[in-house]
């Protein structure tokens, strides 16, 4: 088993089986069913469905935030700058949790406004989903089953799962980049300055993506508290903006994809805060994490992507 799969099951296995005692305490972690929200800009992206999903898309709000799950349609929503602001660099936006549900709202739609006031545009991905039961009832008992704690046996484990096929968040994800590129006149996009910025397993699918992709020419990446265990870096990897919280646990102490950008003699920039815990997207008050973006479109101007 190679490094990039040790690295996908290490992000898989731990944001599947432990993300949700990390939030317990802090916001209402209940789960509340909730209508869809209307996304009247997605584009689908027609890259098919999902195989063995007998259940529909639904949606579920939960710490406040809108979720999907039991995504089988990928679609792409544009967010764009002001005409007047925009600098022609585009991000692509894959939110996280776990590839079952996608947390939209705190790991999407936040970030891609967030990013078009800054005159880039920002382009969410719904990447399609592996299945939860179709109950909300029956995935609510799943989310909120029993975990012990972490040990360090339990650490290995994850090296021992069957290796989770992402081939169709890759399909995704190559569909997204082919769009914006065919689209780039009409949207106001450099197409040597097309990025990719996930959170979570949206990180761990922007690693994916860039290591794998045969057709994404990526100018940067921004791998936000995803997996942190060593990867094969391919000679043509894109600068790299890594960041995650001491007490998130997909850290545990590890540094390896970041020494592997810099043994690959790649630029990368690592910022590791005191705390944050995991899933803070923008940031949350009264955190040392909570100024991340800043130092993105900090990252993101020094190097001329913006």
Known sequence: MNRLTNYLLRTLFLSLSLLIPFFVGAQDGTIYPLDAPKDS??????????????ASETWFKQWG???ARNITKAT???FLPDPDKANGTAVIV???G???WLSLGNEGWEVAQAL???GIAAFVLKYRLHPTPD???DFTAWMNRPRGPMTDDSKETASELPRRDLSDQLEDAEAAYAMIVDRAEEWGVNTDRIGMIGFSAGAGLTMHSTLNS?????????????GMGEVEVPENAPPMFNAIATDDFLFRGQFGVVKSWYDAGIPVEFHLYQNGGHGFGLGNPDRTSNKWFDAFIHWLTVNEFI
């Open 76 to 78: 792409l929503t544009p």
């Open 116 to 118: 078009a006031d800054q």
């Open 41 to 54: 800009n997605a584009i689908p992206l027609n890259t098919g469905g999902v195989e063995d999903q007998p």
């Open 65 to 67: 935030d809108p979720m």
């Open 135 to 137: 109950k909300l009832e």
């Open 94 to 96: 894959t939110p996280g």
């Open 214 to 226: 045969k057709t994404m020419k990526l100018a940067f990446i921004g791998p936000i508290y995803g």
């Open 98 to 100: 776990g590839f079952r």
